[in-house]
């Protein structure tokens, strides 16, 4: 899966923050899932998010 191609809608509809426990936004050309709430990106690495908050960028506003 290259960064630009689109993550599955249920699957996203599916996945909430770990850390906030709200919703997700799909970055696609970062390939990241992001959590406004948390302020947190976390990466896609070949169509499997990794939700551990180990793993997640820090976001600025």
Excluded at 37 to 46: F, N, S
């Amino acid at each position: 899966m290259s960064k630009t191609e689109k993550l599955d809608p249920a699957l996203l509809q599916l996945l909430v923050c770990p850390v906030s426990h709200g919703p997700l936004s799909y970055d696609a050309e970062a390939g990241e899932l992001v959590s406004k709430e948390a302020g947190l990106a976390y990466p896609v690495r070949d169509g499997i998010p990794i939700m551990l908050a180990e793993e997640a960028r820090k976001i600025s506003d």
